[in-house]
């Protein structure tokens, strides 16, 4: 494994777990893919092959800047007793006090493609408001966590992150028109919250 190439970014692995997708939702969808030819036997089998992408937050704003100005005796007004800045300010730089989990933007984004029919975009709409509307259903979430795992060039795992506790935020909206002279592949964004976040390499050795 040659460790300076640049990474490939299709060199991961993504699923929504099957259990995060209310019962009732995938027994319904179930029973749409049951009513039309496809490969797809299980509804969370259609919806986790139509994830295109997933964007990961980083750490930002780790620095604190504190202005640090002198207090030189200024001879005008020694006399009196006063002093006076006569050095400008200088930004002293240093490490937040808070902690570095405040300063992970605890959002990520998967994107999903638009599949014929939309069903998928519909699963999860209607996920959204089972899991927010029947939210006593939901109060094991503690135990919920998604993993995105990382592979090699062999396409072999080394690494995992962990998103603990995630949740809906957010499902952006479709646009339909009657201009579009050729087919494109369109896609929906599905945004998460999460409480807590970790990783770990996995040893294939």
Not at 124 to 133: A, K, L, W
Not at 184 to 199: C, G, L, M, P, R
């Amino acid at each position: 494994m040659n460790l300076s190439l640049p990474p490939r970014f299709d060199r991961f692995r993504f699923m929504i777990p099957k259990e995060y997708i209310p019962l009732e939702v995938r027994e319904k969808y179930d029973r749409f893919l049951a009513k039309n030819p496809s490969v797809f036997t299980s509804s969370i089998d259609y919806l986790n092959e139509s994830i295109k992408g997933i964007t990961l937050p980083g750490i930002e704003n780790l620095i604190v800047q504190q202005p640090q100005v002198s207090h030189n005796s200024n001879p005008s007004v020694a006399k009196l007793g006063g002093k006076i800045n006569t050095e400008p300010a200088h930004q002293n730089v240093t490490l937040s006090p808070e902690n570095i989990l405040s300063k992970i933007d605890n959002t990520f984004t998967v994107t999903f493609r638009q599949n014929e029919g939309l069903y998928n975009y519909f699963m999860i709409y209607e996920s959204i408001f089972h899991r927010y509307v029947k939210p006593e259903l939901y109060r094991s979430r503690d135990n919920e966590v998604f993993d995105v795992v990382f592979l090699d060039e062999n396409h072999l795992p080394v690494s995992r992150m962990y998103l603990l506790q995630p949740e809906f935020n957010g499902i952006t909206g479709l646009e339909f028109t009657y201009d579009k002279v050729e087919r494109q592949s369109e896609t929906f964004d599905v945004q998460f919250t999460f409480n807590n976040i970790d990783f770990d390499f996995i040893h294939t050795m």
